[in-house]
């Protein structure tokens, strides 16, 4: 069956650390990968979008990582600070960008 | 630009009754998206259109919940005979059918079923 796995529900980390969040899939065949920031009570806002033939895609503090023969995306935020506490979400398309479907997404805290 | 909106933003309905909640995306785009989330899960998606066009539904989803676009611009979504496991956050999100297709996401209308 079809699943998407993101590593745990929830990541503390130590402010200044880099954070790495995961994100698995079985029996997709993705040719975008994105991931969100969504804070509690508001709706997700888009932060990175990482094609198939992309290894890697960087945005300021934020890098993703797609590896499409693990099937897996690797999120990290480098410098974390107490601000980036949220949860993360992955998302995937099942149809050439057509139709996404999300993971369940892991709650990160950065502690002061 | 005003951003995704969605109204109303709290809905408190008895069993059984119908819902109907709409969704205004941003005007140049042509995806219109919706989702449902529950607590500690990610968006799940429903259905989408592209302009007016409704491309697709999700198989989870019953005959009781109904979604429209008439004119591609405003959407509508409509759940008849609420059931309390309807009680969830809905989500709209739109897109532009060319690009990044990254989503931008209204605040959702939460909906709760006593």
């Known amino acids: 069956s079809q699943k998407i796995e993101q590593n745990s529900e929830a990541l503390n980390i130590q402010e200044g650390k880099t954070a790495t969040l995961t994100c698995n899939y079985t029996?997709?065949?993705?040719?975008?990968l994105q991931w969100y920031r969504q804070d509690p009570g508001r709706g997700p806002v888009f932060l990175l979008l990482?094609?198939?033939?992309?290894k890697e895609k960087r945005k300021e503090r934020l890098k993703v990582t797609f590896d499409t023969t693990l099937k897996q995306s690797l999120f990290h935020i480098t410098a974390s600070q107490p601000a980036d506490s949220a949860t993360y979400l992955c998302?995937?398309?099942?149809?050439?960008?057509?139709?996404?479907?999300f993971g369940p997404g892991t709650r990160l805290s950065v502690l002061p | 630009d005003t951003g995704v909106s969605q109204n109303p933003r709290h809905k408190i309905t008895k069993r059984g009754q119908n819902v109907t909640f709409r969704c205004d995306p941003i005007?140049?785009?042509?995806?219109l998206y919706w989702y449902r989330q529950t607590l500690g899960q990610g968006p799940e998606f429903l259905t989408y259109?592209?302009?007016?066009?409704?491309?697709?539904k999700s198989r989870l989803l019953s005959d009781r919940f109904s979604a429209e676009r008439p004119k591609g611009s405003f959407s509508t979504l409509e759940i008849q005979r609420t059931e309390q496991g309807d009680s969830a956050m809905y989500l709209c999100?739109?897109?532009?059918?060319?690009?990044?297709?990254?989503?931008?996401f209204g605040p959702g209308t939460r909906l709760t079923v006593t």
């Open positions: 259109f592209q302009n007016e066009a409704q491309l697709e």
């Open positions: 999100a739109s897109s532009a059918a060319k690009g990044s297709y990254e989503q931008y």
């Open positions: 029996n997709y065949s993705p040719a975008y």
């Open positions: 005007s140049e785009h042509n995806r």
């Open positions: 990482i094609r198939e033939n992309e």
């Open positions: 998302a995937l398309d099942k149809a050439r960008g057509q139709n996404f479907v």
